[in-house]
């Protein structure tokens, strides 16, 4: 069998779990999209705010962020086959970029994984979690 590389199966995931912490301490989780940004030294995972319909602008993952930059990202693979599970979960610092490089990117990246992006407007901030630990599981 060949070996687990769990960066690289949490980057082909389509989506994963992002984990934020409310300022009263209880979690809170929310499926997003995300494409990853490898290089020599760091890991970042790019997410972005898209115009989907949300019921409010402000939303909490980015009042979660500014309040504590902690984050986790979870993606899991799930089969009738249950020796063909497993999960990834990145731990790190998030940061959310309103304009610049790091918006630039992220959209690029985005765009680059999801064919949905050529329809759809990216047309909000982009949050980078500089990815500081890895964990995962096979079965």
């Known amino acids: ?43 970042t995972v790019y997410t972005a705010v898209d115009a989907k319909r949300k019921s409010t602008q402000r939303l909490r993952r980015l009042a979660n962020i500014e309040a504590n930059p902690r984050v986790s990202m979870l993606v899991d693979n799930y089969d009738e086959d249950w020796s063909q599970l497993w999960w990834v979960r990145a731990d790190g610092l998030a940061e959310i970029h309103q304009s610049g490089e790091e918006m630039a990117t992220g959209y690029a990246l985005l765009r680059r994984k999801y064919v949905q992006y050529q329809r759809l407007a990216l047309d909000g901030p982009v949050v980078t979690v500089a990815v500081q630990r890895w964990s995962s599981w096979q079965a």
């Open 1 to 43: 069998m060949a070996e687990f590389d769990a960066a690289a199966m949490f980057a082909g995931s389509p989506v994963a779990m992002l984990a934020t912490v409310g300022p009263d301490g209880a979690p809170h989780v929310v499926p997003v999209v995300f494409a990853v940004h490898d290089d020599s030294e760091t890991t």
